[in-house]
């Protein structure tokens, strides 16, 4: 995963004030004592050590089943043994494709053969270890050979394919070309495929990704023109990990799918290319030109199509099994061994992967250095603390996935939360994750102080947000707030199991959004241009030690866990009015659409001499009754506001235990046993990525994907499912309340 915003902004700088005294979750004096551990363990971080372990692990390309993958996960596990913590490899077989044939050429009306290669740059040291790279490919395409007229279809998602229909054009039998951008890249092959192509190719356009975001690399950080981003393209919105082996792990002697049966890889050929190769095949294009909103930055015009382009693509891969290692540290908990915090972040790159994701794995790596240090000196952390190094995310989300089946049953006992960092960078504190978190990080970052600002990572954020946020209200609202602004999460990186599938509530965290960084799953993601162009003195790497280890911290050593339950009511009650406001705002838009249609308004408004196929009227929009959603959001907040106040009390120690469980158990009253529809792997009924978004988060996913489809049967099945898991957690929370007022 990746911060990709790049904007300039002026700020106002809040220097840091006196630590007050208020900790979420800690008396007046509990805070004290944890505030001095935390000074202590910042003293401890050190940039050099960042730097060390970055330049190393980097050294050659690492991805999942790469000798230098093995190399570096044993390298990281002595070392976590040597800082105290008892550290092992755990190994899964997994399923991972790598190419055999790539081909891709034009081949009417003019010949063109794409490169697929990256060059290698004397300004890059590892650039040139092409017989340890990857090539350029997408994995989990399918093998195939096929040619077709080819048609382009800006980013992919299906509001472009509706905007093809409007234009009268059929992609069925075609090779589709796309933008990336718009969507996750899984997406893409994944409606073309919906829409009969053969074959899809998919680019990054100079306008989002390229000369004109500025200098290309190696003169400046952006992507140059024969940069071509790998990823993966398996169908993770149904499922992640293994393919072979869903909902259990992939150990020696699990049984495993025919790959013919499995039902979340794609069926037509795919590859990513440059847009020095894209650009020739586009310049052969004809037919309609693209809406406005279509166009990149080639030196073209950038017409749709179908043909007269043919392109000729052949596509084959070697399906093997490889060894997907993860790295497991435990430091056991003194009072409460088995109440685990959980702290992740990836050690597998697509090729040497500087920014992705070594660049917050090392960050990881110092914050468990710095925790032994405190132990070796004599304290010890309540709960038992287990850093994590997961090996095959970028193909699937293959080494926590499989950890996380493996494991479930006591993950779901133990876990108290999981905390996840990916790929870091200069600017700002992002987080995402479960809002009963928003106190505690808020807290977080009031102590984490910007290295270039000098502001806390709180104002800095605010800042942030109020200046990139449109509207005077918007803007008043955020600087009003005196709480850090979390993000929902959709998937992406490591944490999807966890919170989709587990229901263990997760944070995602990291820094990021100043600074060009164009190289993202290229050979020139490296250690030359990290230090370079995105955290030259890994001072953003010692923030994310800071930022992520505090949180750690904290969780590890409350006697009451920090968990706001009236920040999750309120943040659920903004989602259930988002989707009734979703319905009455297509209800408004159905009944207009449908009188435009009856009254010929868009047969008098197209060009007569252009080809348009005319709308066809919509069902219209039912009344879906909410009052069961509304019903269960009101006794949240009742339980929420009850919770509070018995926290607010500081309860004995003695009853810490039983409530500690019953609260950090209580994400998983959220989970649907049936899952949501057309993927049940995916569980939660409040964060969920979104079927045709991929990364992107649905929030109520199940009724908010239901409305969008128009599917207003299973739109009134969701709105039950959902009320009856927050009453079952409103529920939990309040036997958790109970106890304490008992006692």
């Known amino acids: 995963m990746k911060y990709a915003i790049t904007l300039s902004l002026v700020l106002v700088v809040t220097m840091a004030q006196a630590q007050p005294d208020r900790m979420y979750g800690y008396t007046k004096e509990a805070a004290a004592t944890q505030r001095a551990l935390e000074e202590k363990f910042d003293q401890q971080l050190k940039a050099a050590n960042l730097d060390t372990w970055l330049k190393k692990l980097t050294a050659r390309p690492h991805h999942v089943g790469s000798p230098y993958g093995k190399a570096n996960a044993e390298y990281m596990r002595d070392l976590f043994r040597s800082w105290g913590y008892q550290a092992e490899i755990e190994s899964y077989q997994v399923l991972f494709p790598t190419p055999k044939v790539r081909l891709l050429e034009l081949v009417g009306p003019t010949k063109f053969t794409a490169r697929l290669t990256e060059s290698t740059l004397k300004e890059d040291g590892t650039s040139g270890m092409t017989s340890e790279q990857l090539p350029v490919y997408n994995a989990w395409s399918a093998d195939g050979d096929v040619t077709a007229e080819l048609v382009f279809v800006n980013y992919g998602i299906p509001a472009d394919y509706d905007e093809l229909a409007r234009l009268g054009i059929d992609v069925k039998g075609k090779i589709v070309i796309a933008k990336y951008g718009g969507s996750w890249r899984g997406i893409k092959p994944k409606v073309a495929q919906e829409h009969g192509a053969i074959g899809c190719l998919i680019y990054s356009d100079p306008k989002e990704d390229g000369y004109n975001q500025g200098d290309v690399y190696p003169k400046g950080p952006y992507r140059p023109s024969d940069g071509a981003q790998r990823g993966s393209v398996m169908d993770m919105p149904v499922y992640p990990g293994d393919p072979l082996t869903p909902n259990i792990g992939s150990v020696p002697g699990a049984k495993r799918l025919d790959r013919s049966e499995v039902t979340n890889l794609i069926k037509i050929p795919v590859i990513p290319i440059s847009y020095g190769d894209a650009q020739p095949l586009l310049a052969a294009l004809a037919g309609p030109v693209s809406p406005d909103s279509w166009h990149g930055s080639l030196p073209i015009t950038y017409h749709i199509g179908p043909g007269p382009a043919k392109v000729h693509l052949k596509l084959s891969f070697d399906w093997k099994t490889v060894d997907c290692l993860n790295v497991i540290a435990r430091m056991p908990g003194s009072e409460r061994p088995d109440e685990w915090v959980i702290r992740g972040n990836h050690h597998d790159a697509w090729v040497n992967g500087a920014g992705d994701p070594t660049s917050g794995l090392v960050a990881e790596m110092e914050e468990a250095r710095a925790i032994g240090e405190l132990v070796k000196g004599g304290w010890k952390p309540k709960r038992t603390i287990v850093y994590c190094a997961w090996d095959g995310e970028e193909p699937g989300l293959m080494g926590s996935t ?297 929030t109520l996913p199940g009724i908010r994907e239901a409305i969008e489809q128009r599917s207003w049967n299973e739109a009134q099945e969701q709105i039950e499912i959902a009320a009856k898991s927050i009453q079952a957690y409103a529920a939990q929370i309040d036997a958790a309340a109970t106890l304490l007022q008992n006692n």
């Open 402 to 698: 499989e950890w996380a089946e493996h494991h479930a049953a006591e993950l779901q006992q133990k876990t108290v939360a999981y905390i996840n960092s990916d790929g870091n960078g200069r600017g700002f504190l992002f987080v995402q994750g479960s809002h009963t978190f928003e106190s505690l990080i808020t807290d977080v970052a009031k102590d984490v102080i910007d290295p270039e600002t000098g502001a806390t990572a709180l104002e800095r954020q605010k800042s942030f947000l109020a200046i990139n946020t449109p509207g005077a209200k918007a803007r008043k609202e955020i600087l009003s707030k005196n709480s850090m602004t979390l993000g929902a999460l959709g998937s992406g990186s490591d944490y999807t199991s966890f919170i989709d599938h587990l229901g263990i509530p997760s944070l995602n965290i990291g820094f990021g959004g100043e600074g060009g960084d164009g190289v993202y799953h290229l050979i020139y993601d490296s250690y030359d241009h990290y230090k370079r162009f995105v955290d030259p003195k890994l001072e953003y790497g010692v923030a994310l030690a800071k930022a992520a280890g505090r949180t750690t911290l904290r969780l590890a050593n409350a006697t009451v866990l920090p968990f706001d339950f009236k920040a999750f009511h309120r943040t659920v009650s903004g989602y259930q009015t988002e989707v009734m406001a979703l319905i009455d705002n297509m209800r408004e838009a159905t009944d207009v659409e449908n009188m435009l249609i009856r009254d010929k308004r868009y047969a008098q408004a197209a060009d007569p001499t252009e080809k348009t196929v005319l709308p066809a009227t919509k069902e219209v929009v039912p009344f879906v009754s909410f009052t069961s959603l509304q019903n269960a959001i009101a006794h949240l907040e009742k339980s929420a506001a009850s919770i509070a106040d018995q926290l607010a009390a500081h309860p004995d120690p003695k009853q810490a235990d039983a409530v500690n469980q019953l609260m950090y158990q209580a994400e998983q009253k959220l989970l649907s046993t049936q899952g949501l529809p057309r993927r049940p792997w995916f569980k939660h009924t409040i964060y969920a990525p979104g079927y045709y978004t991929g990364y992107g988060v649905k």
